[in-house]
T-cell receptor, first 112, second 110 residues
Framework: DAEITQSPRHKITETGRQVTLACHQT?????MFWYRQDLGHGLRLIHY???????NKGEVSDGYSVSRSNTEDLPLTLESAASSQTSVYFC???????????FGPGTRLTVT | GENVEQHPSTLSVQEGDSAVIKCTYS??????FPWYKQELGKRPQLIID?????GEKKDQRIAVTLNKTAKHFSLHITETQPEDSAVYFC?????????FGTGTSLTVIP
C-alpha cells in the first residue's frame, strides 16, 4: 500500500545544530508540503514543492530549507536549530494541487 | 494570502447531541475546503471536503456547508459519539497551497 513516512519520529537536538527531517512518499504525488504544528497556531506551512527541482516558501520559512531531487522525497533542513523551532513537524503530499492532502505521522522535534 | 479563522477553539457536547464548527476565509478565489480530524498524538486525516461549486455535502453523520457569498463554511456532526472527540481543522485552498484554521478541540461527554 502507498504511504507517507517521516523519520525520525522524535528528535532532540541542541541550539545551533543543523537538523534534517526526512519525508518519503510512495503515492507518486507531485505535490509535497511541510507544516509545523504548535498549540494555538494550528498547522502552518513551511515549504512546499510541486515537483522535482521545484521548491517554494510558505508562511513560516525563515530558518528552514528544502530540496526536491526526486518525486518521493522532500527533506526539511533546519540550518541552525533554535528553541523557537521546537514543534511537531508534519509532511504531506497530494495528487492535485487543490486536492486531498495526505499527512505523514509527524516528527516531534525538541531544541534545547 | 488567505486568512482562515475557526470557531470555537473548544467545544464540549453530550453524547448524541450535534456539534457545529465554523470557519471563515478571506480570499474569494479559494475553491476547495477540506476538514481534517486529528486524534491525540496522531496525524490529521481528511474526513470530508467541499468544492466551491457545491453548497452542501453529507457523509453519514458528517456534513459540510459552504456559503461563498459570506465566505464561511461549517462542519456539522450529528449524533455525536465519544470517538468523535478530537481536534478538527478546517482549511481553504485556491490551488496553490492550503491555509488551515487554528483547530477546534471537540470533547464528547458520554
Amino acid at each position: 500500500d502507498a504511504e507517507i513516512t517521516q523519520s525520525p519520529r522524535h528528535k532532540i537536538t541542541e541550539t545551533g545544530r543543523q537538523v534534517t527531517l526526512a519525508c518519503h512518499q510512495t503515492w507518486n504525488h507531485n505535490n509535497m508540503f511541510w507544516y509545523r504544528q504548535d498549540l494555538g497556531h494550528g498547522l502552518r506551512l513551511i515549504h512546499y514543492s510541486y515537483g522535482v527541482q521545484d521548491t517554494n516558501k510558505g508562511e513560516v520559512s525563515d530558518g528552514y530549507s528544502v530540496s526536491r531531487s526526486n518525486t518521493e522525497d522532500l527533506p526539511l533542513t533546519l540550518e541552525s536549530a533554535a528553541s523557537s523551532q521546537t514543534s511537531v513537524y508534519f509532511c504531506a503530499s497530494s495528487e492535485y494541487v487543490a486536492g486531498t492532502a495526505i499527512f505523514g505521522p509527524g516528527t516531534r522535534l525538541t531544541v534545547t | 494570502g488567505e486568512n482562515v479563522e475557526q470557531h470555537p477553539s473548544t467545544l464540549s457536547v453530550q453524547e448524541g447531541d450535534s456539534a457545529v464548527i465554523k470557519c471563515t476565509y478571506s480570499d474569494s478565489a479559494s475553491n476547495y475546503f477540506p476538514w481534517y480530524k486529528q486524534e491525540l498524538g496522531k496525524r490529521p486525516q481528511l474526513i470530508i471536503d467541499i468544492r466551491s461549486n457545491v453548497g452542501e455535502k453529507k457523509d453519514q453523520r458528517i456534513a459540510v456547508t459552504l456559503n461563498k457569498t459570506a465566505k464561511h463554511f461549517s462542519l456539522h456532526i450529528t449524533e455525536t459519539q465519544p470517538e468523535d472527540s478530537a481536534v478538527y481543522f478546517c482549511a481553504a485552498s485556491k490551488g496553490n497551497q492550503f491555509y488551515f484554521g487554528t483547530g477546534t478541540s471537540l470533547t464528547v461527554i458520554p
